[in-house]
């Protein structure tokens, strides 16, 4: 069953539980869809999946997406964590009750907590639909986990200019409720508090590997896959957010949760079991990762490694009608990761060729001077970035 809660749409007569993705006749005839079934139990040594109503199903290949599930309040030791105004924009049915809830407040006060994609994306959602944001986050700055502090400076800016607020480097430590049983209020580590009609959860998730723990090896909170997303037990594959797989590109393990990824990695499988039924080999899967958003007017994409070194280059001045930046990483004299704000899509295929081909640069100076030649050149970007080998 096919879940997606990032795209969440207000004002519009449209339930999140209405099939997101199209499927034709053809595309299900060899696929029988079994909905409204819950798998509690997995035994992975007679290969027999249990469901909760004493349904058990046989397989000969068995393909692990089950996903991310929330991060709970009550597992970070919060009170009243059940309010009928807290989501966690995780479950299909929070964000169909999540439209039913905001439809009636317009212009009243949304808390979110959390200063990740989901955040950052809900919180420019519901000020273009004129609700009034603050966000709340214990990182120092936006997006911690990606962005540089000085393409958080951009964002950050930019949302202050919509009217959004940004409280850093705090943590929402409880709520109050009213007798309704509705959150009117958050508690901040500070000792201040925020009046809140609607609470929105954006901390995190974690794969769900529980029904395979102990049977299948894991790594890294994630089942432990090779470059065909085999896992250590035969004929059982994971993909997506539950899998912990090479990535060839760096020579390490990694676990990544982005729908892009999710898509990849199930062809790689699919493609490694019809190989495997057919006697040939496949190239082990490659991925580049990939990171995107919209918000606003805005568009971000970015490639790559966020380590070592940056060099940001553009105009990332909040208050320009028409900004548009980037940042390169630079890690042991290689450029492994690109940024860009307002790009067109040959320019975010030029910064893609650049992550992916990895050129040697020597001074983050001429770099920087190489985004700008990208941002505002007409010449060929592709000449320009994927064959600088910087000095």
């Known amino acids: 069953?096919?879940?997606?809660?990032?795209?969440?749409?207000?004002?519009?007569?449209?339930?999140?539980?209405?099939?997101?993705?199209?499927?034709?006749?053809?595309?299900?005839?060899?696929?029988?869809?079994?909905?409204?079934?819950?798998?509690?139990?997995?035994?992975?040594?007679?290969?027999?999946?249990?469901?909760?109503?004493?349904?058990?199903?046989?397989?000969?290949?068995?393909?692990?997406?089950?996903?991310?599930?929330?991060?709970?309040?009550?597992?970070?030791?919060?009170?009243?964590?059940?309010?009928?105004?807290?989501?966690?924009?995780?479950?299909?049915?929070?964000?169909?009750?999540?439209?039913?809830?905001?439809?009636?407040?317009?212009?009243?006060?949304?808390?979110?907590?959390?200063?990740?994609?989901?955040?950052?994306?809900?919180?420019?959602?519901?000020?273009?639909?004129?609700?009034?944001?603050?966000?709340?986050?214990?990182?120092?700055?936006?997006?911690?986990w990606l962005f540089s502090a000085e393409i958080a400076s951009f964002y950050e800016g930019y949302y202050a200019n919509k009217g959004i607020k940004i409280i850093?480097?705090?943590?929402?430590?409880?709520?109050?409720?009213?007798?309704?049983?509705?959150?009117?209020?958050?508690?901040?580590?500070?000792?201040?508090?925020?009046?809140?009609?609607?609470?929105?959860?954006?901390?995190?998730?974690?794969?769900?590997?529980?029904?395979?723990?102990?049977?299948?090896?894991e790594e890294k909170g994630g089942l432990k896959t090779d470059g065909f997303f085999k896992t250590s037990v035969s004929n059982v594959y994971a993909i997506g957010d539950v899998a912990t797989f090479p990535m060839k590109l760096y020579g390490d393990m990694r676990r990544v949760e982005h729908v892009n990824h999710a898509f990849k990695s199930a062809e790689q499988a699919v493609m490694a079991i019809k190989a495997a039924e057919e006697g040939r080999s496949i190239q082990e899967y490659d991925y580049l990762p990939f990171f995107n958003s919209r918000a606003f007017d805005l568009s971000w994409q970015f490639y790559g490694d966020n380590v070592g070194q940056s060099v940001i280059f553009g105009d990332n001045d909040p208050n320009s009608p028409k900004a548009k930046f980037g940042t390169y990483w630079v890690k042991d004299g290689k450029v492994v990761g690109a940024f860009l704000e307002g790009g067109?899509?040959?320019?975010?295929?030029?910064?893609?060729r650049v992550a992916r081909t990895q050129p040697s640069v020597g001074s983050l100076e001429v770099l920087s001077n190489v985004g700008e030649l990208l941002i505002g050149s007409r010449v060929n970007r592709n000449r320009v970035l994927v064959s600088c080998h910087v000095k």
């Not at 919180?123 to 944001?133: D, H, I, K, M, R």
């Not at 508090?193 to 794969?207: F, I, K, M, N, S």
């Open 344 to 352: 067109v899509v040959e320019e975010n295929k030029a910064i893609a």
């Open 168 to 217: 850093k480097s705090t943590k929402a430590t409880g709520f109050s409720t009213n007798s309704n049983g509705e959150v009117t209020e958050v508690k901040l580590d500070d000792g201040r508090t925020l009046e809140a009609d609607v609470v929105l959860l954006d901390g995190g998730g974690r794969p769900m590997t529980s029904l395979f723990r102990g049977q299948v090896v």
């Open 1 to 144: 069953k096919r879940k997606a809660s990032k795209y969440v749409i207000f004002g519009a007569d449209v339930s999140a539980s209405n099939e997101i993705f199209g499927l034709g006749d053809t595309d299900l005839e060899c696929i029988e869809l079994i909905l409204s079934t819950e798998i509690i139990k997995a035994d992975l040594s007679t290969k027999s999946l249990f469901s909760t109503d004493g349904t058990i199903f046989r397989y000969q290949t068995l393909i692990v997406a089950t996903g991310s599930t929330c991060i709970r309040l009550s597992e970070c030791g919060f009170q009243d964590t059940n309010a009928k105004n807290i989501f966690y924009l995780r479950d299909i049915k929070d964000v169909d009750q999540l439209a039913l809830t905001m439809e009636p407040k317009k212009k009243r006060k949304v808390v979110v907590i959390g200063g990740g994609c989901r955040g950052f994306e809900i919180s420019a959602s519901l000020t273009v639909n004129n609700y009034e944001v603050t966000m709340v986050f214990p990182e120092p700055w936006i997006m911690h």
